[in-house]
């Protein structure tokens, strides 16, 4: 078992930028690969990025390469996601995630955090 918290959301400017955090507990969270998802209003979840359970592999949605980065630091059981020149489409609730073994952008994912609102503005 799993339990996933995020923080960090909040509302910025476009071309801000933001730090998510995924609080992650269990002593085994280095089994995980963990990844990051959101849901605009009106709109299906979403995949956004993923990380291997060592950390050294990383996928990314087309949309947030070269602006967003996942990491995760297994000693403090904790998963990040650096968001980059913000802009207003990637306003939405962002989902961790986390799934035993491997994972990819098409993996289902086995525990989710409750989301955090992160708000961009033009």
């Known amino acids: 078992q799993v339990q996933l918290v995020e923080s960090g959301g909040g509302l910025v400017q476009a071309g801000g930028s933001l730090r998510l955090s995924c609080a992650a507990s269990?002593?085994?969270?280095?089994?995980?690969?963990a990844g990051w998802f959101r849901q605009a209003p009106g709109k299906e979840r979403a995949f956004v990025a993923t990380?291997?359970?060592?950390?050294?592999?990383?996928y990314y949605r087309d949309s947030v390469k070269g602006r967003f980065t996942i990491s995760r630091d297994n000693v403090k059981n904790m998963v990040y996601l650096q968001m980059n020149s913000l802009q207003p489409e990637d306003t939405a609730v962002y989902y961790c995630?986390?799934?035993?073994?491997?994972?990819?952008?098409?993996?289902?994912?086995?525990?989710w955090g409750q989301g955090t609102q992160v708000t961009v503005s033009s």
């Open positions: 269990g002593r085994t969270f280095s089994s995980y690969a």
């Open positions: 990380i291997s359970r060592s950390g050294i592999t990383t």
């Open positions: 995630a986390a799934k035993e073994g491997l994972a990819g952008p098409g993996s289902s994912y086995d525990y």
